[in-house]
């Protein structure tokens, strides 16, 4: 029997919001790295000669995620890393665009990934919610969210998505999102996606006939008709758990 391929998740924080998300992951062997825009700023040259240092020496069997949000000072080390990176890593963006769709609009450095993930935040911004207290709320959500991620790639599923779905999906230049749902409103503007991998955590009472007919929505209503999915049953789960993956072509 041919042995599992083994990757690494170098999960990498720019910035306070990215830094946040990136500390409150908790995952089995993920490698988490934060970078502060403000250390950047006084010391230049030594701080960028650290990062070229510490990513030009990455193994190619390395799932990349760069988390930041869009601004100036971000996409500055954004450069710095993804200009020092070899190229066999794969490359995949998460980046906060508060109030802003990007799947409307492909900027400039999203060539540089295999996909770029995004979030406007509308879930958490409200208008008598102070923005700091929505972001630390999307931040604790997106954390458990890439926890989740890591947890289904790595455990038995009664069918199973392996890192070879990933990689398939994700690869090729798209635009993306992340959610990690409780319920789906099935009523939600899904459709604008092509392709999905969904995985369905469920208690032993859930009854797996809910979990197909889940699935066999996103595959209804993907555009492409594409999805990729597996389910985990777990004794200490009440409900049901969902976490969707969903992509289009840019």
């Known amino acids: 029997m041919m042995a599992m391929r083994s990757f690494t998740h170098l999960f990498v924080g720019i910035g306070n919001a990215g830094a946040r998300i990136v500390e409150g992951i908790s995952a089995d062997g993920v490698v988490k790295v934060t970078l502060n825009p403000a250390h950047y700023v006084l010391r230049p040259a030594e701080y960028r000669d650290r990062i070229e240092k510490f990513f030009s020496r990455l193994p190619k069997d390395t799932f990349v995620w760069l988390i930041f949000e869009d601004k100036p000072i971000n996409h500055e080390l954004r450069d710095i890393i993804t200009e020092s990176m070899p190229e066999d890593p794969i490359r995949i963006a998460y980046v906060l665009t508060p109030r802003r769709e990007l799947v409307h609009e492909k900027p400039g450095w999203a060539d540089g990934f295999e996909t770029v993930f995004y979030d406007s935040l509308w ?57 990690l749902l409780n319920k789906v409103d099935f009523e939600w503007h899904w459709g604008i996606w092509e392709r999905g991998l969904v995985g369905i955590l469920v208690g032993n009472d859930f009854p797996l006939r809910d979990a197909h007919e889940i699935l066999s929505r996103f595959q209804e209503i993907l555009a492409k008709k594409d999805v990729i999915w597996g389910v985990i049953t777990d004794e200490d789960v009440s409900g049901v758990e969902i976490l969707a993956l969903l992509i289009k072509g840019w």
């Open 123 to 179: 879930d958490f911004l409200r208008e008598d919610m102070p923005v700091r207290i929505a972001f630390d709320r999307a931040s604790v959500n997106i954390a458990r969210m890439f926890s989740r991620l890591c947890y289904y790639l790595d455990n038995q599923m009664l069918v199973n998505i392996d890192y070879a779905d990933l990689f398939n999906m994700i690869r090729g230049g798209n635009v993306g999102i992340l959610r």
